[in-house]
């Protein structure tokens, strides 16, 4: 168990909805990270937190966006959801920005 | 932009042996760190190594050993003794060491590992 918490474990939804993922980090951790992992693409980089500030952006798309929480929690939310979209989404966190980033179980979600 | 390559899709590997997964990288960065990941059938991303590129030594977690070679941009994976339960997904990852920015991972595609009883 690596400390990371994310919910929900399984998201199944249709396309054109809108869904919200949720990570906490591990105490202490000041960063989140969120990836996504497809069979096509592998596992990208999408975003990075650091104390309530974004820090940067990779391969995310415009229709995702992201927040982190004055508690330090994190949301994903995924809109205008298309077939493409189904894929496990990892959060991670880690203390500062150069330390050893920690994984959570995933979300995984399945667009119908 | 940095780039991470696998270049073994599948391993296997009796139980008891001794393996060795090749990385390579590519990036004009000096300063960054590299990690083997291993997913096992639960899909979880669990840490098992980490080298800072400034460190000559070899990083080394009890079976687990790397073989950095900064000059080749190589970093080799080597599990001594393998057990039934290394089996699994094995990721290596770079990430650079760069101020006011973001750090991300960025991953190679992996190297499917089975260990065989």
């Known amino acids: 168990d690596s400390g990371v918490t994310q919910t929900p474990k399984h998201l199944i939804t249709a396309t054109g909805q809108r869904v919200t993922l949720r990570c906490s980090p591990r105490?202490?951790?000041?960063?989140v990270y969120w990836y996504q992992q497809s069979l096509d693409q592998g596992l990208q980089f999408l975003i990075h937190?650091?104390?309530?500030?974004?820090?940067a952006k990779g391969n995310i798309l415009e229709r995702f966006s992201a927040q982190q929480f004055p508690d330090l929690h994190s949301e994903l939310n995924l809109s205008s959801l298309e077939l493409g979209d189904s894929a496990l989404y990892f959060c991670a966190s880690s203390v500062g920005r150069y330390d050893t980033q920690y994984f959570g179980p995933g979300t995984r979600l399945t667009v119908l | 932009a940095q780039t991470v390559t696998q270049s073994q899709p599948e391993m296997s590997v009796q139980e008891a042996e001794t393996v060795t997964l090749s990385c390579t990288y590519d990036?004009?960065?000096?300063?960054?760190?590299l990690f083997w990941y291993k997913q096992p059938p639960s899909r979880q991303m669990i840490l098992v190594i980490r080298q800072e590129a400034y460190k000559q030594q070899n990083a080394t977690e009890n079976r687990f050993s790397v073989n950095f070679q900064k000059a080749a941009k190589s970093f080799s994976l080597k599990i001594s003794d393998s057990q039934l339960g290394d089996t699994a997904m094995y990721f290596c990852a770079f990430m650079k060491h760069v101020n006011n920015a973001g750090n991300m991972l960025t991953f190679g595609g992996g190297t499917r590992l089975m260990v065989k009883p």
């Open positions: 990036t004009s960065e000096s300063n960054y760190y």
């Open positions: 937190y650091y104390n309530g500030e974004e820090r």
């Open positions: 105490s202490g951790d000041l960063s």
